[in-house]
C-alpha cells in the first residue's frame, strides 16, 4: 500500500534571471520516507529544497504538504513543519553564543521572535541536543565546536521547530569520513524515532542505499530519474549523471560507487 504522501509537487518551476534552475511535472514525497536526491553541481537539489522552504518563490506550480498549499492561506503556519538544514560552516570561535542557546533558536519558527522562550523551549533543546548525541555539550560556546559537532547542533536546531519534514542539503560536506559516517547514522534514527520525512541532496553516493528508501536524480533542474534506492547504483546511469567513468563494486557485502 502507498505511503501517504507527506510533499506534493505539481508544475512546480523555479526561474533566475528568466532561466528556469528548476523545473518539476510532478513529485510525491511519502509520509515517514527518505528520498536522497543526487545529481552534479547546478544539478538543482539546493534549489529543490530551498523552494520546498519557502526560501525560494516558485514562478509557477503548487507544493503541498499533507494537502496543504504552501502557497494559499494558512501556508506560513503549515511551512513551520519544514525544517531545512544546511551545509556545514565555519562559525566564529568568538560568537557568544552557547550550544544550548543555538538550538533553542530553532523553537522561534513557532513561538516567534518576540516571545520568550521559556522553560519548555529550554527543555525541548536539551532533548534534541540528547537525540543527536550532543547534550554533554550543551554549555559550550558554538564556534568551538568541530566541523561535524556543529552539523549535529544543527540538526538539533532543526529539530526543535518541531518539524514533520527535514530538509538536509549536504549534511556531509566538507566533514572527515568518521564524521559523515555518524551525522548518516545519526539521521537514519532520528527519522525512525521521530517518524521524519526527509529529503537529502548529497553527493555521497554510497550511503544511498543504507539510508534512503528513494532516489531522486536531477540534471540542469529536472527530474531524470525515480527510483528504489536498491536500483540507483547504477553505473551507467551514474556515469551518464556525473559525466564521468563510474564502477560500481561489492565490497565487504555492500555496494560502493568509484570514480
Request: charge should be positive.
Amino acid at each position: 500500500m502507498a505511503s501517504e504522501a507527506a510533499l506534493s509537487l505539481r508544475g512546480v518551476v523555479v526561474k533566475r534571471r528568466g532561466r528556469t534552475v528548476l523545473g518539476i511535472d510532478a513529485l510525491d514525497v511519502g509520509k515517514g520516507l527518505v528520498l536522497g536526491v543526487i545529481g552534479p553541481n547546478g544539478a538543482g537539489k539546493s534549489t529543490l529544497l530551498a523552494a520546498i522552504s519557502g526560501l525560494l518563490p516558485l514562478s509557477a506550480g503548487v507544493l503541498r504538504l499533507f494537502g496543504n498549499d504552501l502557497a494559499g492561506p494558512g501556508a506560513r503556519k503549515a511551512r513551520r513543519n519544514i525544517a531545512l538544514v544546511m551545509q556545514a560552516q565555519d562559525v566564529d570561535p568568538r560568537l557568544p553564543i552557547s550550544v544550548h542557546e543555538s538550538v533553542m533558536s530553532g523553537g522561534y519558527a513557532r513561538r516567534g521572535w518576540f516571545r520568550a522562550p521559556g522553560a519548555e523551549l529550554s527543555r525541548r533543546a536539551l532533548e534534541m541536543l540528547e537525540l543527536v548525541g550532543m547534550a554533554h555539550l550543551a554549555g559550550r560556546p558554538l564556534g568551538q565546536l568541530s566541523g561535524g559537532e556543529r552539523q549535529r547542533a544543527a540538526i538539533a536546531r532543526a529539530l526543535a521547530q518541531e518539524p514533520s519534514v527535514l530538509l538536509l542539503d549536504e549534511p556531509t560536506s566538507a566533514l572527515d569520513w568518521r564524521a559523515q559516517r555518524d551525522i548518516l547514522a545519526c539521521v537514519a534514527g532520528l527519522r525512525q524515532r521521530l517518524g521524519l520525512t526527509v529529503l537529502l541532496a548529497t553527493h555521497n553516493l554510497n550511503s544511498l542505499e543504507s539510508l534512503c528508501h528513494e532516489v531522486l536524480c536531477l540534471d540542469a533542474g529536472r527530474p531524470v530519474w525515480r527510483g528504489p534506492a536498491a536500483e540507483a547504483l547504477n553505473a551507467g546511469r551514474l556515469g551518464g549523471l556525473y559525466r564521468a567513468e563510474v564502477a560500481v563494486v561489492t565490497h565487504g557485502g555492500r555496494r560502493v560507487v568509484l570514480f
